[in-house]
């Protein structure tokens, strides 16, 4: 099956220092990938969509500058937490939609999340 | 807007009961719906889905029908067991400048006893 992975699966760092999270599609090329953030006992929130090679489209109220996001192949895309703060602490979890064309159709697959603690 | 509600938990049953997590959502046109299970640790997986009104998904004897007269994409199995413990979340496919996205319910977790 489609297999997404994220890296790395949980992080501490100090307040103001800059985290990057990688979520990459194993077997299957992915045009289109999603980051979420999730709160303990609250839904998954989208925060952000990402298409290759192009900006991203973030959902309203996420900060832009702060959540950078870049796709810059198939198989990877990555999110940057920059000058994180406590507030900033949650699980982080992306998905990757298939290319149009391949077999596994419009079906959004996640990676097993990483866990972000601020400082 | 879409929206996607589903029941509080957590849901405590004993192994072997049956199972009902109640979800409705609210959105224009017609969304495509998904249930996803999260094992503790482990990010989403898909566990079933329906795409148009009486549609019936089904997986690992799970069930739920897409009931477009009442808004609903209830969650089903007839038996229980331990190893179904985890956060199920129902969702909808909807359509945005021309991708899709999905909206995901607040999540109901089970607890399943032996």
């Known amino acids: 099956g489609a297999v997404v992975s994220q890296h790395p699966s949980r992080v501490i760092c100090k307040s103001g220092t800059s985290v990057k999270i990688e979520c990459r599609s194993l077997?299957?090329?992915?045009?289109?990938m999603f980051w979420y953030r999730q709160f303990p006992k609250k839904s998954l929130m989208l925060m952000a969509t990402s298409n290759e090679g192009s900006k991203a489209t973030y959902e309203q109220g996420v900060e832009k500058d702060k959540f950078l996001i870049n796709h810059a192949s198939l198989t990877l895309s990555t999110l940057t937490v920059t000058s994180a703060h406590p507030e900033d602490s949650s699980f982080y979890i992306c998905s990757a939609r298939a290319t149009p064309g391949q077999a596994m159709g419009e079906t959004q697959y996640f990676g097993p999340g990483t866990r972000l603690l601020v400082l | 807007g879409n929206s996607v509600t589903q029941m509080e938990g957590p849901v405590t049953l004993s192994e072997e009961a049956f199972l009902t997590i109640n979800c409705t959502y609210t959105a224009t046109g017609y969304p495509s719906l998904f249930w996803y299970v999260q094992y503790p640790g482990e990010g989403l997986q898909l566990l079933l889905k329906a795409t148009k009104a009486d549609d019936k998904g089904s997986n690992k004897g799970f069930e739920a029908t897409y009931r477009k007269e009442t808004t609903s994409f209830h969650l089903e199995k007839g038996s229980v067991q331990v190893s179904d413990s985890a956060v199920y979340f129902c969702?909808?496919?909807?359509?945005?400048?021309?991708?899709?996205?999905?909206?995901f319910g607040k999540g109901t977790m089970l607890l399943v006893s032996p």
């Open positions: 969702a909808l496919r909807r359509m945005n400048s021309g991708y899709s996205t999905l909206t």
């Open positions: 077997d299957f090329q992915a045009t289109t």
